[in-house]
């Protein structure tokens, strides 16, 4: 299989042959990629805003962010390796050289040098922390609350398959104004979501 070089929503994507999934291209050509995330970074991210996005994938929903506010203000986290350089040149390819690109996977909270198993399956999009399949890569634990802190984003997009549940085990210390959230009832049961939703509203 070869790259991809298309355009979605006003976005240059490029991805090269070894990030090349057929679902993500079949979407990409016919616009449906991650539309749901993408249209909600469009009404929610508004100057001046800081963004703070988990699961950055290939950057597409990174991109349109910083176009919202500035790239400078977009703090992006992706904890499959091989896609890090794909975030990095589709944000160059879009004049959003700015945003800060971190590789690891999002916890509550992390130990600095502290590592998690990573499963990488072929369909990257899938790709999780996960007791089974896909092949197992160490990454970086990242602390949530920590970058809350840091960053205090108004705005958090997160989508990083089923890792949710356990970041809001305290209030998010930030100016938040939107969150933007994919959950994913096929990894936890429904008390979770509720759970999840719980602590949203207290917030």
Not at 92 to 119: M, P
Request: glycine content about 8%; overall charge negative.
């Amino acid at each position: 299989m070869t790259g991809l070089d298309t355009q979605i929503n006003g976005v240059e994507i490029h991805l090269p042959p070894s990030v090349t999934a057929p679902l993500v291209v079949e979407r990409l050509r016919d616009g449906s990629y991650e539309a749901d995330e993408a249209n909600a970074a469009e009404r929610c991210v508004k100057d001046g805003f800081r963004v703070l996005e988990l699961g950055a994938g290939i950057g597409y929903v990174t991109a349109i962010c910083a176009r919202r506010t500035a790239p400078e203000n977009v703090l992006a986290v992706e904890a499959n390796p091989a896609l890090i350089p794909v975030i990095e040149s589709n944000l160059a390819r879009n004049g959003a050289q700015g945003v800060t690109v971190l590789h690891g996977a999002v916890v509550a909270r992390a130990e600095e040098g502290q590592k998690a198993s990573f499963r990488v399956q072929d369909h990257f999009p899938a790709s999780r922390l996960a007791s089974e399949g896909g092949r197992i890569v160490d990454v970086p634990m990242i602390g949530f609350h920590d970058l809350l802190r840091a960053h205090r984003p108004h705005v958090v997009l997160m989508d990083i398959e089923g890792a949710e549940t356990q970041l809001f085990d305290r209030p998010w210390k930030c100016p938040l104004r939107f969150c933007v959230l994919e959950l994913h009832p096929r990894h936890y049961p429904p008390r979770a979501i509720k759970r999840i939703v719980d602590a949203m509203s207290a917030m």
